[in-house]
């Protein structure tokens, strides 16, 4: 070991006693100093003006500023650094072949592999020195952020460190194969170059696909950056480095020794396969260690998740992929082999929990029944000479996808229309993993806990909560994409909904099957065979959504009578500039962002907890909606969720209850209190009411609106009502700690001085002293 270690300082000597050395250093640390001072400075500048104007914007940043900095520094590092190690490695051995020492080496009495792993050993050391360079910026950043996140660095610079290893592993055995500096340097550049982009080649082509991800370099750089440490991935860079530095052992032994080919061949052979061995071995899921170095471990599946993917227990999950060739571009080059590699990532992270997981793909064209663009693009065309054009457009092979008739054979996609799907197969169980039309990614939304967890809960045979939407009296509808309708409502199935309607004037509400009842603003009066069965359903304690229109208060008011609760008479007006007066501007209350935990409303409580209130976070619009009048000796304890009073500040518009007919293509309407027209401070247009009955809680939505719920304006307000209805089963959300990393402690005036001092005074110190060394070692 003394021997090896000799050897190394000896290395090293030699490389700081050439300029290459100094100059690679010093360029590594402008590098970074770039990087890191080039970015803070303008960051410091705007926080500083930021803080200034809002004293408390730090509870307002919901990201990590680490993790938001220093990945793209990291990554930027890593997008060059293959062009320092050409010239770092391209004399270590060459130097020896060209001056004729390699035969004093050969004579000498240390055996060659200590030889080898000396000089490879001062590559290692050299590399050790940038690394610390980087580590140099770590250090101050504590100084720049509060609370920094340090893991994601320490993982960065591993994964950095590693890269430049195993980048110098095979300059060192590129400089073995020539006695000429310069084309081992060109050997090494060009090597390095193919094996950084290699990643991203013929990604079409399966086997290709497989072998070039592999043979990448940089991939597995990137989890390490973003702070994820994979056992797989450490080992991979170990391997990469035994098998050059045991490549440039051979060959020099190569040079002293006379043996047959086929034997020189057997060890290279040897050295490879022993090398892919152990890579192959440490790449399975059961094998694969993972350690996340982030402060709020935001590259792992959140305990919520975590739990689900358990239930799974050892049982194969099987996840099939259904591309149609003939879906919608995107989605298409989601679904080719080309893309599988990021696909597969998205799942890893599930892997990691259940390594039993299989994937298959099914490859299909198929059109929807009724849709003619095709034809009329390829006019004359079968649809199997259509599909032979279309892959050839996507440089893929044709013969790979199934017929109509042969993909039908295994499963009915015309339900899903033919797009994309995720089909989950467990314990003879099958559900799809779906998206609405319109979502800008699909891949990003399968990809999202809630959408997993409600399919693994599927599969699993959980009985999910059922929303049974009331028919009969013309109802907004869940089967109609009109924009009034409430058709996309059934996008609520991906996150672990069931829906369904029911006529009660010929069917029986059974209470063990329905979790919730939906009464959607009826048209027609209720029967009292309908209004009995509703009444009886709330009586046994039943969860109901009943949302009214203006003019047809009648019809739901009886019901609602029981509750102590009635729809006001007239319509709720606020005359404006820029809308029609049957615009209101709505809010949230406090007890609407506490009905469940979405990401959304745990950051506006979060806000909340620090006493910061923005108007726009609460604000919603009701469309022709009227408000609600309420007992406070119904025996139920009732909240309002939506108001038309702002909680920090005064209404901008007068909002009052007009009764009579309303006009919103004409003039602006006027309060007129002789024709009973109401005006309140605030008026109620949501409200929950709950009570314990029959030892569970009852809970009940009521809302003078049913707009808000349509087609046109659907979104996150209907997953909020539906969780509390259903006890907040589902979605089962992912929670993230909130960022402590959140505030920026660097002053536009040091963060000035900081890039001066790193961009030119201390590499010109760097410079300064390199040079004294190189002058005094020339003279002796």
């Given amino acids: 070991m003394r021997q090896i270690i000799k050897i190394a300082k000896n290395e090293l000597l030699?490389?700081?006693?050439?300029?290459?050395?100094?100059?690679?250093?010093?360029?590594?640390?402008?590098?970074?100093?770039?990087?890191?001072?080039?970015?803070?400075?303008?960051?410091?500048?705007?926080?500083?003006f930021d803080y200034k104007l809002r004293p408390d914007l730090e509870f307002v940043v919901n990201n990590s500023i680490t993790g938001f900095i220093f990945p793209g520094f990291f990554l930027n590092i890593v997008q060059y650094v293959y062009l320092f190690v050409p010239l770092l490695t391209m004399n270590i051995i060459s130097r020896e072949l060209h001056n004729g020492t390699i035969k004093l080496l050969y004579s000498s009495p240390?055996?060659?592999?200590?030889?080898?792993?000396?000089?490879?050993?001062?590559?290692?050391?050299?590399?050790?020195?940038?690394a610390l360079i980087m580590f140099v910026f770590i250090v101050n950043a504590f100084?720049?952020?509060?609370?920094?996140?340090?893991?994601?660095?320490?993982?960065?610079?591993?994964?950095?460190?590693?890269?430049?290893?195993?980048?110098?592993?095979?300059?060192?055995?590129?400089?073995?194969?020539?006695?000429?500096?310069v084309v081992s340097a060109i050997a090494s550049f060009t090597v390095l170059a193919m094996l950084m982009s290699v990643g991203q080649l013929w990604q079409q082509y399966n086997f290709v696909r497989d072998l070039t991800y592999f043979l990448s370099l940089k991939n597995r750089t990137e989890w390490m950056i973003n702070g994820l440490i994979k056992s797989k991935d450490v080992i991979y860079y170990l391997v990469i480095i035994y098998m050059f530095v045991g490549f440039t052992l051979l060959k020099l032994r190569g040079g002293r020794e006379i043996i047959p080919w086929y034997t020189k061949a057997m060890r290279y052979l040897f050295v490879i396969l022993s090398g892919l061995l152990v890579g192959y071995v440490a790449s399975m899921p059961l094998f694969t260690g993972y350690w996340d170095t982030t402060d709020r471990e935001v590259n792992t599946i959140r305990p919520e998740t975590q739990k689900v993917v358990n239930e799974l227990g050892d049982s194969l999950l099987e996840v099939t992929l259904y591309t149609n060739l003939l879906d919608e571009p995107k989605n298409v080059m989601i679904g080719l082999p080309g893309n599988r590699n990021n696909y597969l990532a998205l799942w890893e992270q599930y892997v990691r929990f259940k390594p039993g997981i299989k994937f298959s793909y099914e490859y299909y064209y198929a059109v929807r029944p009724g849709d003619s663009t095709f034809y009329k693009k390829f006019p004359g065309k079968t649809l199997r000479q259509i599909a032979g054009l279309m892959a050839k457009g996507y440089q893929v092979d044709s013969a790979m996808f199934k017929s109509p008739?042969?993909?039908?054979?295994?499963?009915?996609l015309e339900p899903e229309g033919y797009a994309l799907r995720m089909q989950l197969k467990y314990q003879g169980r099958k559900v799809f993993l779906r998206t609405l039309p319109g979502i800008p990614s699909e891949i990003e939304v399968f990809s999202t806990e809630p959408y997993i967890n409600a399919g693994f809960k599927r599969v699993l045979g959980t009985k999910m909560p059922r929303l049974a939407f009331v028919s009969g009296n013309l109802e907004r509808s869940i089967y109609k994409r009109g924009e009034r309708e409430y058709s996309n409502l059934w996008g609520l199935v991906n996150i672990g909904f069931d829906l369904d309607s029911i006529n009660l004037a010929t069917q029986d509400i059974d209470t063990a099957a329905v979790t919730a009842l939906v009464l959607a603003d009826p048209k027609m009066e209720l029967s009292p065979v309908v209004l009995g069965k509703l009444r009886d359903y709330l009586n046994n304690g039943g969860n109901m959504l009943i949302m009214g229109e203006p003019r047809k208060q009648y019809v739901i008011n009886p019901l609602l009578s029981q509750l102590g609760v009635q729809l006001m008479p007239g319509q709720l007006v606020q005359p404006s500039r820029n809308e029609t007066p049957d615009l209101v501007g709505s809010?949230?209350?406090?007890?609407?962002?506490?009905?469940?935990?979405?990401?959304?409303?745990r950051y506006i409580r979060h806000l909340w907890t620090h006493n910061i209130y923005y108007e726009n976070m609460s604000t919603y619009a009701t469309m022709g909606g009227t408000s609600i009048g309420y007992t406070a000796d119904s025996g139920y304890i009732i909240k309002p969720l939506v108001i038309t009073k702002p909680l920090t500040k005064p209404a901008?518009?007068?909002?009052?209850?007009?009764?009579?007919?309303?006009?919103?293509?004409s003039t602006a309407p006027v309060f007129n209190g002789q024709e009973g027209d109401i005006s309140r401070d605030s008026f109620d247009i949501a409200i929950k009411l709950s009570r314990s009955i029959k030892g569970k809680e009852q809970r009940?939505?009521?809302?003078?609106?049913?707009?808000?719920?349509?087609?046109?304006?659907?979104?996150q307000l209907d997953e909020t009502l539906y969780s509390w209805l259903c006890y907040n089963q589902f979605p089962i959300y992912g929670t993230i700690p909130f960022p402590r990393d959140n505030k920026?402690?660097?002053g536009p005036g040091r963060a000035a001085v900081q890039k001066i001092v790193y961009i030119w005074i201390i590499p010109g110190i760097m410079l300064l002293l390199g040079t004294v060394l190189l002058i005094r070692r020339s003279r002796k």
Avoid: H
Avoid at 159 to 177: D, E, H, N, Q
Avoid at 587 to 601: A, E, G, S
Avoid at 700 to 715: K, P, R
């Fill in 652 to 665: 901008p518009e007068k909002v009052w209850l007009k009764m009579g007919k309303l006009v919103t293509d």
């Fill in 587 to 601: 809010y949230f209350t406090t007890t609407y962002f506490n009905l469940c935990n979405n990401p959304n409303l």
């Fill in 143 to 181: 100084a720049d952020i509060r609370a920094l996140d340090y893991g994601p660095f320490l993982s960065g610079m591993l994964g950095v460190y590693l890269l430049l290893s195993a980048l110098t592993a095979i300059g060192f055995f590129m400089s073995s194969l020539t006695s000429y500096q």
């Fill in 744 to 746: 920026v402690l660097l």
């Fill in 405 to 412: 008739e042969e993909i039908r054979k295994l499963v009915d």
């Fill in 700 to 715: 009940v939505i009521v809302c003078g609106d049913a707009d808000f719920m349509s087609n046109i304006y659907t979104g």
């Fill in 110 to 130: 240390v055996k060659l592999r200590r030889i080898v792993l000396g000089k490879y050993l001062a590559l290692m050391i050299y590399n050790l020195l940038l």
């Fill in 14 to 48: 030699n490389l700081f006693y050439s300029p290459v050395a100094w100059f690679l250093t010093i360029t590594f640390f402008v590098m970074c100093a770039l990087l890191y001072a080039g970015t803070m400075y303008p960051i410091a500048k705007g926080a500083y």
